[in-house]
């Protein structure tokens, strides 16, 4: 890529809006003519205004146009493949297609998103990852993979269950004692936003899928699933949120306050709309005293 030095780089990028509106500024520093306009013209867009409700998030760019930017900013094949895949990502409707693009931008050897580790994505990824490592901080455990694999409900192999063990002592999740037991400690586990967002859908699906699973493998009185709906304003939807959020709180710091736990428990709380939310306030019209 034919650009100064002090450019800056697509693969330090997770959004290209982001890099779209540095790349701007950078170039507008040492250029007064690079202006929407030219870059309007350059790529072609009908009007200047259509490249600054871009950046700003208002409209999508089109795959198409992504190969007419990457011609514009003079990539190369794998910067113009990593910025198109950006805006597949950043644009994706469903999380499966997210998943699918966040996997692929993984995979770039290039990338320099600054706390991106596949590894660290992983963790997320597989229910048992988490389960197995609560496990380990109440049952001890050497070697015998079929063993601990079966100590989860639904069971998991023994090949399943070493790579969790794998994955979680490169993590340092997990760590082995002098006599070779494995232990759970608890230092933190740093991931960028993007890929964090992405691995905890991932992990938020499989656990929502239990969950319904568990109304046949478990009596009532081991589990306690139920919901309810309800229609209220959006203000109250969001004092709800902030209720379930203390709420969770108050779980886990039970859950750390046991100091002899004997089992691993799944905690999910869901609050979704069952219609189309039709505005953020209070309708027009509408008393709400």
């Known amino acids: 890529m034919n650009m100064r030095e002090d450019a800056i780089n697509i693969f330090e990028y997770s959004d290209y809006r982001m890099f779209l509106k540095d790349y701007y500024e950078s170039h507008k520093k040492y250029n007064p003519e690079f202006t929407y306009r030219h870059i309007a013209e350059r790529v072609g867009f009908k009007s200047a205004g ?9 409209i999508n760019l089109s795959v198409s146009m992504a190969g007419n930017f990457a011609e ?9 493949e990593y910025f198109e895949l950006l805006v597949r990502f950043n644009q994706a409707k ?4 997210k998943k699918r693009c966040f996997e692929r931008i ?10 991106i580790r596949p590894d660290q994505y992983e963790y997320f990824d597989k229910w048992y990852y988490v389960a197995i490592r609560e496990v380990l901080a109440y049952h001890p455990f050497k070697d015998n993979y079929a063993e601990l694999g079966k100590k989860l409900k639904p069971s998991v192999s023994a090949t399943e269950a070493k790579r969790a063990i794998d994955l979680l002592l490169r993590l340092g999740l997990i760590a082995r004692t002098v006599d070779g037991t494995c232990k759970k400690v608890s230092p933190s586990l740093s991931a960028n936003p993007v890929g964090k967002s992405v691995a905890l ?3 938020a699906l499989d656990t929502m899928r239990l969950a319904g699973e568990a109304l046949d493998r478990f009596p009532r009185e081991q589990r306690n699933i139920s919901g309810v709906a309800f229609s209220v304003s959006a203000r109250t939807f969001e004092t709800m949120r902030k209720e379930v959020r203390n709420f969770r709180k108050r779980i886990l710091d039970l859950a750390q306050a046991d100091s002899c736990p004997d089992g691993v428990y799944q905690f999910n709380v869901q609050l979704f709309p069952l219609t189309e939310i039709q505005s953020k306030g209070v309708d027009k019209g509408k008393s709400c005293d």
């Open 72 to 80: 514009f900013l003079k990539f190369g094949k794998k910067e113009a």
């Open 106 to 115: 993984l995979k770039f050897k290039e990338l320099k998103i600054a706390a």
């Open 50 to 58: 259509h490249f600054t409700q871009i950046i700003k998030g208002l």
């Open 94 to 97: 469903t999380h499966a297609e």
């Open 201 to 203: 859908a991932n992990q």
